[in-house]
Nanobody, 122 residues
Framework: QVQFVESGGGLVQPGGSLRLSCEAS????????MGWYRQTPGKQREWVAT????????NYVDSVKGRFTISRDNAKNGVYLQMNSLKPEDTAVYYC???????????????WGQGTRVTVSS
């Protein structure tokens, strides 16, 4: 059984910041790449960022480069997403999952957590 619990979302003004947290169950997640994904109503879930199993290599979708930073703490089964200079187009529900590392960074598991909602509005 796999479980992801996301937190840290909220309502912020454009230009503001949020820090999202993800707790992944199971010790095996400490050795798996992890990713953040986001989804808006009527839209397909989009990959946002990934981080390698032990850190050191991070990738981002072009639209968030320079603004978002992904990190992890394997001792805590934690994955984080620091979001700065937020824009209205960042509004979405954000999810975490184990991430594939190939042509795409799509999620490994079909089971998703509840997600955490980020709303950027003026």
């Amino acid at each position: 059984q796999v479980q992801f619990v996301e937190s840290g979302g909220g309502l912020v003004q454009p230009g503001g910041s949020l820090r999202l947290s993800c707790e992944a169950s199971g010790s095996s997640f400490r050795v798996a790449p992890m990713g953040w994904y986001r989804q808006t109503p009527g839209k397909q879930r989009e990959w946002v960022a990934t981080i390698s199993s032990y850190g050191g290599l991070e990738n981002y979708v072009d639209s968030v480069k320079g603004r978002f930073t992904i990190s992890r703490d394997n001792a805590k089964n934690g994955v984080y997403l620091q979001m700065n200079s937020l824009k209205p187009e960042d509004t979405a529900v954000y999810y975490c999952n184990a991430a594939k590392w190939g042509d795409t960074y799509e999620a490994v598991f079909d089971s998703w957590g509840q997600g955490t909602r980020v709303t950027v509005s003026s």
